[in-house]
């Protein structure tokens, strides 16, 4: 098993950054890629960044490419999603997640989560 946990939420005004960290332990040999995804009260959780377990490989949803970076730190085991000119409807609870099969966007495909972090963006 591995255990992923988040840090870096918190509470930001329309425009500002957030930086989150995403702390990977245990079986991060079986890791293939990881993503953030993120869940809005009565939404459904959505992905919004991915990257593989080399780095060497990114992807983005729509709704935030050209804002947020992800990245990772191998020597760390760390996952970092930099979020910059955020908006309200950022506004959510971000989760890590790491997978075991290629980078994919859906949550089913990942296989270990860590508890989320809220984002909470002040118009």
């Known amino acids: 098993q591995a255990q992923l946990v988040e840090s870096g939420g918190g509470l930001v005004q329309a425009g500002g950054s957030l930086r989150l960290s995403c702390a990977a332990s245990g079986r991060t040999f079986s890791i293939s890629a990881m993503g953030w995804f993120r869940q809005a009260p009565g939404k459904e959780r959505e992905f919004v960044a991915g990257v593989t377990w080399s780095g060497g490989h990114t992807y983005y949803a729509g709704s935030v490419k050209g804002r947020h970076t992800i990245s990772r730190d191998g020597a760390k085991n760390t996952v970092y999603l930099q979020m910059n000119s955020l908006a309200p409807e950022d506004t959510a609870v971000y989760y890590c997640?790491?997978?075991?099969?290629?980078?994919?966007?859906?949550?089913?495909?990942?296989?270990?989560w860590g508890q989320g972090t809220q984002v909470t963006v002040s118009s």
């Open positions: 997640a790491a997978g075991l099969r290629p980078l994919t966007t859906t949550p089913m495909d990942y296989a270990y």
